[in-house]
């Protein structure tokens, strides 16, 4: 999508680990591009950190009904690693929709992120924590190759203990 964007309206950061790009409670006025490194979106349930999704290279990340709504996020949005991104904002994000090209683009790709969305929620409710990091392992190699593990098991829903013992029993 960067490619169809007016360069005018992107700007160019290089951010360090763990920068916290939105907070639950704010209102969404960016829309990140990265061009390398990683971004999670995660949220607070009871003091603990639950990880939503990931984000890597070539994909955009925002709170996206946030965005659009302009309402208040439920989420944090924030970096694993260094990241080098454009930012965009959500004004120009929106001027940006009158071009056909990126109006069809923007469409594939939430519809692309809906079906992860709801895959995900199904393996969740469906899934034990072993099939889970399984089908992680299958789907998404990078993960558990770049991703700290207690994100790791955040992300299948499981502590870091249990974790160590599934991916003990996957080694052996």
């Not at 960016?30 to 009871?46: A, D, H, P, T, V």
Request: hydrophobic share 40%.
């Amino acid at each position: 999508m960067i490619d169809f964007l007016e360069k005018g309206y992107l700007l160019r950061l290089t951010l360090k680990p763990k920068t916290i790009l939105l907070k639950e409670g704010e209102i969404a006025g960016q829309m990140y591009f990265i061009n390398s490194g990683c971004i999670r979106s995660w949220l607070n349930k009871e003091g603990r950190e639950i990880t939503l999704q990931f984000f890597f290279e070539e994909e955009s990340v925002t709170a996206l009904e946030s965005f659009l709504n302009e309402t208040s996020s439920p989420i944090y949005i924030e970096t694993v690693e260094a990241c080098d991104v454009y930012v965009i904002k959500r004004e120009d994000f929106l001027r940006s929709l009158n071009d056909e090209r990126i109006r069809n683009l923007f469409y594939e790709t939430a519809i692309k992120k809906l079906i992860i969305h709801h895959n995900r929620l199904i393996s969740l409710l469906k899934n034990k924590p072993a099939e889970r990091y399984r089908q992680l392992l299958v789907d998404h190699p990078n993960i558990i190759k770049r991703i700290p593990q207690h994100y790791v098991a955040s992300y299948l829903g499981i502590t870091s203990v249990s974790l160590s013992r599934i991916r003990n029993r996957f080694k052996g």
